[in-house]
């Protein structure tokens, strides 16, 4: 019955339920600073905004018939949900993807693809929990810059050192008394940043060299034979070989998981083109004299774009694991700065003391990977064409 119910929901309804759940999590979350008994200044407001917000998208998705009825009120929802990402809650983005499919393809009277992914995605309700978390985690870091006290996770509060876990400190405090919640949730952010920014560089030149490789067989075999001497060598070993040799810091991290990551992309992207070159489509533009240039943009990247998605999705996860080593072993960013290898790596020294410093960093970025795979498997089963 649970499974009907969700299917009878529309995509905007659907990631409507789940952008008001985010929100609401967000809200009492923040309340927890409550019980330090000094708040930010910012706190009450944004707060107050939180609550403003998850009303006015409740509107938008509850009011669906009107919305998609009326130019008027469909363009001022686009522009609140598109306002309304910034907090991190990525569901308001779906919701506009939801509207503005809905708007084309109604308009021109064609097939939906949005509403079909989606509901071969409702199918996989963990896939459905892991993006909530996904989305609840980020919306945490960024909302949380005016309802967390940044110092107490950066500063240091002798007056607590290594406090237990209780409602002012829900997962205790480390060895300097900075508070291990907001160690967290301030480190969320740069755990996002560099394991999506460093995928997003590997998917781009992977793109770049994969369809390269696979369109112009001239240099096909110079390209790939380049980047398998990458591919040979591990991801983690290239990794700490970059980081020693020009210094650890963000910057460096991010170019050194990029690289790694370069050759799996780029051979993924050219065995798309080689299958797509033999379509019949692809032959009779080539034999009407389109340009090399019209082929790859109009032609093949649109249909190799699936298959590099699903990589991008099951990537992210392998990527998260190994920034998070590489902090653990001081190979990642500087030791003081708030990434959840780095608190994993000051928390290891406390395992029999206070497990808590290394149990609650290492639960996070075990649900984080987890939340990433089980991501990218429900994308590669709704974008399978053998199980369409």
């Known amino acids: 019955m649970q499974q009907l119910s969700i299917q009878r929901l529309s995509s905007l309804q659907l990631f409507t339920i789940f952008a008001i759940s985010v929100f609401a999590l967000t809200f009492l979350t923040a309340l927890l600073n409550l019980f330090k008994g000094d708040v930010t200044n910012t706190f009450y407001i944004a707060q107050l905004l939180l609550i ?15 919305i998609k009825d009326q130019n008027i009120y469909r363009w001022f929802a686009y522009i609140i ?29 064609i097939y939906n693809s949005w509403e079909a992914f989606v509901s071969k995605i409702k199918q996989h309700k963990i896939a459905l929990v892991s993006f909530t978390l996904l989305t609840y985690l ?14 107490l996770a950066t500063q240091n509060q002798f007056n607590d050192l290594l406090q237990s876990p209780s409602l002012a400190y829900p997962f205790g405090t480390d060895d300097f008394g900075r508070d291990l919640f907001t160690r967290l949730v301030v480190g969320t952010k740069l755990t996002y940043f560099i394991s999506i ?27 790939m034979r380049i980047l398998d001497i990458i591919f040979a060598i591990p991801t983690l070993l290239l990794a700490v070989a970059i980081i020693a040799s020009f210094g650890a810091s963000t910057l460096t991290l991010i170019i050194a998981l990029s690289i790694g990551n370069i050759p799996s992309f780029a051979r993924t992207m050219r065995a798309t083109v080689l299958e797509l070159k033999r ?11 389109e ?20 990589r991008f999705s099951l990537n992210i996860g392998v990527v998260v694991l190994t920034t998070s080593g590489l902090s653990f072993l001081g190979l990642g960013v500087a030791p003081n700065v708030p990434e959840w290898g780095n608190i994993l790596r000051t ?30 498997d429900a994308v590669r089963d709704a974008l399978d064409p053998k199980i369409q």
């Open 52 to 66: 403003v917000l998850t009303l006015i998208v409740a509107g938008i998705g509850f009011s669906e018939s009107k």
């Open 81 to 109: 949900l598109i306002l309304t990402t910034i907090t991190g809650n990525l569901f308001t983005l779906l919701m506009f993807v939801s509207l503005f499919r809905y708007e084309r393809t109604s308009k021109h009277n």
């Open 138 to 151: 980020l919306t945490l870091s960024i909302t949380g810059i005016y309802t967390f006290d940044t110092s």
């Open 197 to 223: 920014v460093s995928v997003v560089i590997s998917v781009l030149f992977g793109i770049l060299f994969g369809m390269i490789a696979g369109y112009f067989t001239k240099v096909d075999n110079t390209v």
């Open 279 to 289: 379509q019949e489509y692809i032959q009779a533009a080539q034999i009407t004299g």
């Open 291 to 310: 340009s090399h240039r019209r082929i790859l943009w109009s032609y093949i990247l649109p249909n190799a774009v699936a298959p590099m998605i699903v």
């Open 347 to 376: 928390g290891s020294h406390f395992l029999e003391t206070h497990s808590n410093l290394a149990i609650f960093p290492g639960l996070c970025i075990m649900l984080l990977v987890l939340a990433f795979n089980f991501i990218g």
